[in-house]
């Protein structure tokens, strides 16, 4: 018998795995290692090679096997799909004339609700006086310039309550508020950092409101407590009520009326989607959101293509996706189809036009994954170039053979993993797709491949939180949260608390932060741990419960989701600490065994693809052997 040494290689979005055997013309398979690495470039072009290389080099080294050795490597016949996000902004806060300052610096001063007419600093000096407009008793709200200093603007406003005026608020340029409430005979709220001080309009009518610390206001946050506030009927309310909602949860607030000022919440015409299927076709609003998109993608489902309306930000979102696909891996843009497409309803912060503080509104937004299928995939290219370089390191006997559907080596991988049976769904939950493909006891396999996965689930945390950083984005993906309460534990997000001997870094201190493998990270935003881990957990489930449901549905005999018997969960994301658990929970109640797969046992839920080239040359091997000694 003659013994080979094989390597079956993954190529995938995000990772290239790579599973070392030997395999004997009986069929004998004998796994020795495997190794991973990012992938090196799009999937299917020549750049994947340095990372097949990479892989490759690893696990022969950890096989302790010399390169010379190696017979043939086994490349996945790529699904040609790659897959591309984008986002879409659906409302819009604007503020005209100033009317409203939304703003929420760190530390405000003092607290409560005041309001009274907006008057300069300087002109502050001259209230109270028998010459001047406002008289005693007369309420005001001083707004304070740049550039005061925290004892004079505290010693001005003392003397103005000491004449009679009564000075309710304060809105600071600097960021003095608690200095200046300290040095009050009577503290005052005041609101500090606000940026454009010069635009407060003097003379309006203001409401200064600051909640206690831990607390969120309650009467600017309130359209009735506007409509109080401002003596506002209720068509006036009705156009205020927006102006509520983006105070909801801030601990400070300045709003001002002014005579023709606005706050306007407006829904950005984002434009529409025209979805065509093989027999049928829809247009959908993209402002009708997520629930509304895919309603129609499974009505006109199995998708062939996406328009965008051109000359709109749909039109403008979903051809780039197809330009920068077709970029990618060099194919023309007519070849380019958009194959699946999955919605999700999000919220972006976003700065307030017109705002006087940076103010930030959360804004409706759609995120949009589009999966792309192009003519051919490129694999031919990539085995050419893959055997060159080998061969240049040493691997001199080395073939390269592309084979294999991924679907159906991916199944053949699963399948290794210990108490599983047919029929099986394997769910492979990637960077850019998630994949599932079902095997029948008689073996047949039906696949589909869905837009969305572990990229948009980044993509949405970044954007939710604001955060402005990929890798920070990701960090909380995949990480358990901690708060730093003292230099020695943090209290774990599940209540508990964990001790260290020695002092946390400084920059953790009081933080909510990522406890990673690597030790923890300090998440530089000013969200609290809750709402940290809400939004990652929404957002895992808003992708991955949705396409586990969606691929599920597709694939289940007759679309009956009772009659799969074993869900099997791989990819990276299936290492993830909650998504599993999500998946799980949602498929429970179709009597629907779930997990994490194990590939060969030892492997987790990576390698299956790999693992499943070189089960699927060994039997073919075996075969060819039998049928040639018979
Ligand atoms: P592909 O098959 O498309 O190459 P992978 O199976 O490697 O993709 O999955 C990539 C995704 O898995 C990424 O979104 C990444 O964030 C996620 N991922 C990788 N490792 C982990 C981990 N240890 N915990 C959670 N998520 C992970
Ligand atoms: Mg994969």
């Known amino acids: 018998m003659l013994i080979r040494t094989v390597v079956g290689v993954d190529i995938g979005n995000s990772t290239t795995e790579a599973s070392v055997a030997r395999v004997g013309t009986d069929g004998s398979v004998r796994f020795l290692s495997g190794a991973l690495t990012p992938t090196t470039g799009i999937k299917g072009t020549a750049k994947n090679v340095d990372g097949v290389a990479a892989a490759v080099g690893r696990s022969m080294s950890d096989a302790g096997i010399p390169l010379s050795e190696l017979d043939l490597l086994l490349l996945n016949e790529a699904t040609p799909v790659i897959s591309g996000l984008a986002m879409e902004t659906i409302t819009e806060t604007i503020i005209t004339e100033s009317t409203m300052i939304g703003h929420d610096p760190r530390t405000p001063g003092g607290r409560g609700l005041g309001i009274g007419v907006v008057v300069g600093f300087h002109a502050l000096s001259e209230l109270g006086g028998t010459s001047s407009a406002a008289g005693p008793g007369e309420s005001v709200v001083v707004a304070v310039p740049a550039g005061e200093d925290f004892e004079v603007v505290a010693r001005t406003i003392n003397a103005a309550c000491a004449r009679g005026v009564a000075v309710t608020g304060a809105i600071l340029a600097n960021d003095d508020a608690v200095l200046v409430v300290n040095r009050l005979d009577s503290p005052i709220p005041v609101v500090d950092e606000v940026a454009r001080i010069d635009a407060v309009p003097e003379g309006m009518l203001a409401a200064v409101e600051v909640a206690a610390?831990?607390?969120?206001?309650?009467?600017?946050?309130?359209?009735?407590?506007?409509?109080?506030?401002?003596?506002?009927?209720?068509?006036?309310?009705?156009?205020?009520?927006?102006?509520?909602?983006?105070?909801?949860?801030?601990?400070?607030?300045?709003?001002?009326?002014?005579?023709?000022?606005?706050?306007?919440?407006?829904?950005?015409?984002?434009?529409?989607?025209?979805?065509?299927?093989?027999?049928?076709?829809?247009?959908?609003?993209?402002?009708?959101?997520?629930?509304?998109?895919?309603?129609?993608?499974?009505?006109?489902?199995?998708?062939?293509?996406?328009?965008?309306?051109?000359?709109?930000?749909?039109?403008?979102?979903?051809?780039?996706?197809?330009?920068?696909?077709?970029?990618?891996?060099?194919?023309?843009?007519?070849?380019?189809?958009?194959?699946?497409?999955?919605?999700?309803?999000?919220?972006?912060?976003?700065?307030?036009r017109g705002g006087l503080a940076g103010e930030v509104a959360l804004e409706n937004a759609v995120a949009l994954a589009a999966m792309v299928r192009t003519a051919h995939s490129g694999m031919k290219a990539v085995a050419d170039a893959v055997r060159e370089r080998l061969r240049q390191v040493g691997a001199e006997r080395i073939d390269v053979v592309v084979g294999g559907v991924e679907a159906e080596m991916a199944v053949l991988g699963a399948l290794t993993t210990p108490g599983t049976d047919k029929p099986l769904v394997v769910l492979d939950l990637g960077g850019g797709s998630t994949d599932a493909a079902l095997i029948t006891p008689d073996d047949a396999v039906v696949a589909v491949h869905l837009a969305g996965a572990g990229d948009l689930v980044t993509k949405l945390i970044d954007a939710e939180l604001g955060t402005g950083n990929l890798e920070l984005a990701e960090e909380i993906k995949r990480c358990p949260l901690g708060k730093a309460e003292s230099f020695f534990h943090v209290r774990l997000e599940n209540g508990t608390a964990q001790f260290f001997d020695s002092p946390l870094p400084t920059t953790a201190f009081g933080r909510t932060v990522t406890l990673g493998d690597s030790g923890m990270s300090p998440i530089p935003t000013r969200h609290s741990i809750d709402r940290v881990r809400a939004v990652r957990r929404a957002a895992k489930e808003r992708v991955f419960v949705v396409n586990a449901l969606r691929a599920l549905e597709s694939v289940a005999p007759e679309g009956d989701l009772r009659r799969i018997g074993f869900v099997v969960l791989l990819g990276g994301c299936a290492l993830d600490f909650e998504i599993p658990e999500l998946i799980a929970d949602a498929l429970a109640k179709y009597g629907i065994v779930c997990g994490t797969g194990n590939v060969r046992g030892t492997e987790g839920p990576r390698n299956a693809v790999a693992s499943g080239l070189v089960a699927s040359y060994a039997a073919q091997s075996a075969s060819v052997g039998r049928s040639v000694g018979a």
Not at 245 to 269: C, K, Q, Y
């Open 213 to 352: 610390p831990g607390q969120s206001i309650r009467t600017l946050s309130n359209a009735y407590g506007l409509a109080t506030i401002f003596g506002l009927d209720a068509d006036e309310t009705r156009l205020v009520a927006p102006v509520a909602r983006a105070l909801t949860g801030t601990r400070s607030a300045v709003v001002v009326r002014t005579p023709s000022g606005d706050v306007g919440d407006r829904v950005i015409p984002a434009g529409s989607l025209h979805l065509i299927g093989a027999l049928k076709r829809a247009t959908v609003d993209v402002s009708d959101g997520a629930a509304g998109i895919m309603t129609a993608v499974r009505r006109v489902g199995p998708l062939a293509d996406v328009v965008g309306e051109s000359g709109t930000n749909t039109g403008g979102m979903i051809a780039n996706v197809r330009q920068s696909m077709a970029d990618l891996c060099g194919h023309p843009l007519t070849e380019v189809h958009i194959g699946d497409l999955l919605a999700v309803d999000t919220f972006v912060p976003q700065e307030v």
